[in-house]
C-alpha cells in the first residue's frame, strides 16, 4: 500500500473535500493523485501557501506546503527586489538591455 500524506493542514485544506493519509494500491496511483491534488490546491486554495508533491521514505508520498512569498508579501510580480511592488520601473527580466544603476545591487534594473 502506497499512502498521499498532507504535511500540515492549513485552514483551506481543512475546508475542502481532500482528506489526508489517501491509500493505494500502486506507487504509480499514488504518484499521480498526490501531483493532480497539489496541482489543484494551487489552483483552487487562497494562494498563501503553494504545494509541492515529493516522494519521501518507505511508501510515501508527502505533499509539502509552503508560504507562497508572493501572497504574503502582496508582491504581485514574484521578483524580490528592495525597490518592492509600488515601483514604476519599466523593467522586466526578459529585457536584453543591462542595467547596473539599481538600487538593489542585483542589476535588475530598479532605482
Request: negative net charge; charged residues 30%; hydrophobic residues 25%.
Given at each position: 500500500m502506497y499512502t498521499v500524506q498532507m504535511e500540515k493542514e492549513c485552514e483551506c485544506?481543512?475546508?475542502?473535500?481532500?482528506?489526508?493519509?489517501?491509500?493505494?494500491q500502486?506507487?504509480?496511483?499514488?504518484y499521480k493523485y498526490a501531483n493532480i491534488v497539489a496541482e489543484l490546491m494551487n489552483e483552487e486554495f487562497c494562494g498563501k501557501h503553494?504545494?509541492?508533491a515529493q516522494l519521501a521514505e518507505g511508501d510515501m508520498f508527502v505533499i509539502r506546503v509552503a508560504l507562497n512569498a508572493t501572497a504574503v508579501s502582496g508582491c504581485s510580480t514574484g521578483v524580490s527586489c528592495d525597490a518592492g511592488c509600488e515601483?514604476?520601473?519599466?523593467?522586466?527580466?526578459?529585457?536584453?538591455e543591462k542595467s547596473n544603476g539599481g538600487s538593489c545591487g542585483s542589476g535588475c534594473g530598479c532605482a
Open positions: 485544506f481543512k475546508k475542502s473535500e481532500y482528506e489526508n493519509n489517501v491509500t493505494f500502486t506507487q504509480q496511483e499514488a503553494t504545494f509541492d515601483s514604476t520601473d519599466d523593467w522586466s527580466l526578459e529585457s536584453t
